[in-house]
């Protein structure tokens, strides 16, 4: 019996050995309980590569928005190949800001391109390059015949992907999570052939629509217009806000400008209310007809439909979004020993650290602030639920500065928005201590 017991407690003692020995082989407790699940970090994997998928190139059904309903794809081809109007060349659609991921073009067209040998000027070499699925965020749909586009439609990447325009300007590999500031989302509405959807939504006329929409300006849009109807703010400027990128999000609570939710909550927010894909979707809180009077009035709080196209991508589209990590400057870009010297004000006098807590540089827990901490006024923070604005996350925030800085860009550099919080906070820095703080910016 004695001994019976003693094989069994040498067994326990082995068996623990090799589960501590099978930690340390995995260099970590989560990756050994990943192991444990059976293939763990590869089901995470390819749960990444999945999102990835989805935010280039899921339209979660939305072509019958942009393409049916406001007929854009008509816009596109043009009078000459069957559309409407002059059709979009690629000339016109880079100007608008969108962009050619050179990945996705054979090897004879980009050759063509660096000759200088493709008509840019031809809608029809639009048509083209959408049947390629080039066009970073727009996905064409075409007839049996293959000539004609039957429908068009959106993804996430129209708006949070850029490229490196390694080819040509507008032409490149792919960076998704970079916000497109080139991209006049308002423009490239003003051309669909049928606005009745917003005008209907909005309870307005065309020429109010396009009037709003020719506010927004390039890397803007407005997420909150359908919403509360607001065109303009009291100021008589866009009430569009900039476009944010979706990189170093991981770690970060609450999202949006505004502090809307979490990520998957704003996925399915922007798949179902913005892109218009088929979906489900819940907010009480858009009943509020005083603060979301257009939101209430459409019941947009409460999206069903029998075919749901979206909420089954939310998963792989989250923990693609939390793998984006926040892409790291040149280092000479900034001045390295300046820089040094302004993470010590930033993490000290400069009490940024108070919020922007490193090295996610939100405030780890509840990060929403009131207007008045930040000595910004409340337009924007009273469209949203919360009546707050979240503290940025930084990593990389000189690389997406195109366009300004806060939620609607009102601070055309770091500098200014440096000395905006010296007078805000009343820090009293120095001259020195506010540029130190901006190269110090500059490095994240
Ligand atoms: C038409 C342009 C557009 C499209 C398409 C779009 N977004 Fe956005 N996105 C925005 C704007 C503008 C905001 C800021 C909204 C606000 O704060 O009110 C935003 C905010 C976000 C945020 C919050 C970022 C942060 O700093 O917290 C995430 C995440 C995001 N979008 C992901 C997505 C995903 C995923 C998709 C596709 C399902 C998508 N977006 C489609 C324009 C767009
Ligand atoms: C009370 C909390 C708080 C403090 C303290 C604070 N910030 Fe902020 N910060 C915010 C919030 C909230 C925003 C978002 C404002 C908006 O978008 O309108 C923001 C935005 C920013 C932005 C703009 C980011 C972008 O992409 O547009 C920068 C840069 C910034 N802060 C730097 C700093 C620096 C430098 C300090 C110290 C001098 C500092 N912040 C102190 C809360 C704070």
């Known amino acids: 019996m004695r001994s019976l017991a003693r094989r069994l407690v040498a067994v326990f003692v082995l068996a623990v050995v090799a589960t501590?020995?099978?930690?340390?082989v995995n260099g970590s407790v989560a990756a050994f309980a990943d192991r444990g699940k059976g293939h763990g970090e590869d089901r995470g994997q390819s749960l990444v590569k999945q999102g990835k998928a989805i935010f280039r190139d899921d339209t979660f059904g939305d072509q019958a928005f942009w393409g049916d309903a406001l007929q854009l794809h008509k816009a596109i081809e043009g009078a000459n190949l069957g559309g409407v109007g002059a059709g979009v060349s690629p000339k016109t659609a880079l100007a608008v800001g969108l962009k050619v991921d050179s990945k996705r073009l054979p090897e004879d067209v980009v050759k063509a391109l660096q000759a200088g040998?493709?008509?840019?000027?031809d809608p029809a070499t639009t048509l083209a390059l959408l049947k390629l699925n080039a066009v970073?965020?727009?996905?064409?749909?075409f007839d049996d015949s293959g000539q004609h586009l039957s429908s068009v439609g959106i993804t996430c990447a129209l708006c949070h992907s850029t490229v490196d325009n390694s080819l040509a300007t507008g032409i490149g590999k792919r960076l998704d999570g970079w916000p497109n500031r080139d991209l006049n989302v308002g423009a490239i509405i003003s051309l669909a052939p049928n606005l009745t959807p917003f005008t209907s939504l909005l309870g307005v006329d065309e020429a109010t629509v396009k009037k709003v929409l020719a506010g927004w300006g390039p890397g803007r849009f407005d997420a909150e217009l359908s919403?509360?109807?607001?065109?303009f703010r009291p100021d008589g400027a866009t009430a569009a806000t900039l476009i944010p990128p979706a990189y170093g999000l991981a770690g970060v609570n609450l999202h949006t400008f505004t502090g809307w939710g979490s990520i998957p909550y704003w996925n399915a927010f922007v798949a179902n209310l913005e892109m218009h894909g088929i979906g489900n979707f819940t907010d009480p809180r858009l009943d509020d007809a005083t603060k979301f009077p257009v939101a209430a009035r459409a019941g947009l709080g409460h999206v069903t439909h029998s075919e749901d196209l979206i909420?089954?991508?939310?998963?792989?589209?989250?923990?693609?979004?939390?793998s984006l990590r926040a892409p790291k400057p040149d280092p000479s870009s900034f001045d390295a020993a300046a820089a040094e010297r302004g993470k010590a004000v930033f993490n000290g006098p400069g009490k940024c650290a108070s919020c922007h807590m490193p090295p996610v540089f939100t405030d780890s827990g509840w990060n929403l602030h009131t207007p008045a901490e930040i000595c910004v006024d409340s337009f924007q923070a009273d469209r949203s639920p919360t009546g707050m604005y979240r503290t940025t996350p930084l990593g990389g925030v000189s690389l997406h500065g195109q366009g300004g800085y806060y939620h609607d860009g009102r601070f055309k550099t770091l500098g200014d928005v440096v000395s905006h919080y010296n007078s805000c906070l009343s820090l009293g820095l120095s001259t020195g201590q506010q540029s130190d703080l901006v190269e110090y910016l500059k490095s994240l």
């Open 20 to 24: 501590l020995a099978a930690i340390v």
């Open 117 to 121: 040998k493709v008509d840019l000027d």
């Open 136 to 141: 970073v965020g727009v996905k064409g749909f």
């Open 227 to 231: 919403l509360d109807g607001k065109g």
């Open 311 to 322: 909420t089954s991508k939310l998963p792989a589209l989250h923990a693609y979004q939390l």
